[in-house]
């Protein structure tokens, strides 16, 4: 996690740097050709010759980049790397759009839910973006808080067992929420543990499990409770380590007469007619 003093001095490219160092070396060729346009001049222009503004996981491009500067996300996205979710791993604009969609929600009718935590960089980052504390609204947090569950991942996802790994952070994120009302820490598998809490109406549904059958599961469970306008985040949608996922949302978007934004971060939106 880097510090707001040395986020602020070192520019953006070195930072995407320093982050891919302390991630290793088995890295996609996407993120190693994003690297290259970062820092090579001559790789780094676009469109007219313009520089690229972001170069950043998996995404690069020239065009209008200031919400990297607004104060308030930048008090958030703080928030969120305390938690060390992503352990250094620079993915600011992804982050940006969950706080778009967290915001929208706060607009819309229901609680909000994810289903896939980990040590809760996402949900802590909304509690800072938003004014969700005093609003009404309540935050559920689903997640096993230790990795994959073996029950639940196909033959053919079994070997993001090896590209992933998640220590036991139950009490690091209970830590992190504690003394705020508003969140309900739900510790187990999805979606055995969804029918554990009573949910009427959902805003916001962050999906991020990694895996196919828990992700669907927690879709169709919630669908009919989604209010109006409210907003699913797919974190893995475009993600081509996760093409199962993407095939199997769009299977489920085709069923509900709906289709998924997908986005150049790698997330995939549907939105509740």
Not at 195 to 216: F, G, K, W
Request: hydrophobic fraction near 40%.
């Amino acid at each position: 996690m880097l510090s707001p003093i040395i986020r602020a001095i070192l520019p953006d490219r070195f930072r995407l740097l320093l982050g891919i160092a302390r991630r290793g070396s088995t890295l996609p060729l996407a993120e190693l050709t994003a690297l290259r346009v970062s820092l090579d001049g001559r790789g780094g222009q676009g469109m007219h010759g313009q520089q690229f503004r972001f170069a950043e996981d998996g995404l690069s491009t020239i065009h209008n980049c200031d919400f990297l500067e607004d104060p308030r996300f930048q008090r958030a996205l703080s928030c969120a790397e305390k938690t060390d979710s992503w352990h250094g791993w620079p993915m600011r604009w992804r982050a940006y759009i969950v706080c778009w969609c967290a915001e929208w929600a706060m607009h819309v009718p229901g609680d909000f839910v994810e289903c896939g935590v980990n040590k809760g960089g996402y949900a802590r980052m909304i509690l800072e973006y938003v004014t969700f504390e005093t609003s009404g609204k309540r935050m559920f947090l689903f997640d096993t808080f230790r990795g994959f569950s073996d029950t639940h991942l196909l033959p053919e996802e079994q070997h993001l067992k090896e590209s992933y790994s998640y220590p036991d952070c139950l009490t690091a994120v209970k830590r992190t929420f504690s003394g705020l009302r508003s969140v309900d820490i739900v510790p187990g598998t999805v979606p055995e543990t969804l029918a554990m809490r009573t949910i009427e109406h959902c805003a916001y549904l962050s999906i991020d499990m990694n895996c196919v059958q828990p992700e669907i599961a927690a879709a169709e469970y919630f669908w009919d409770k989604m209010s109006s306008g409210g907003v699913i985040v797919l974190d893995d949608y475009g993600q081509t380590a996760h093409i199962a996922q993407k095939l199997a949302f769009d299977d489920f978007a085709r069923a509900r007469g709906v289709s998924i934004l997908c986005l150049p971060t790698s997330q995939g939106l549907i939105f509740k007619p």
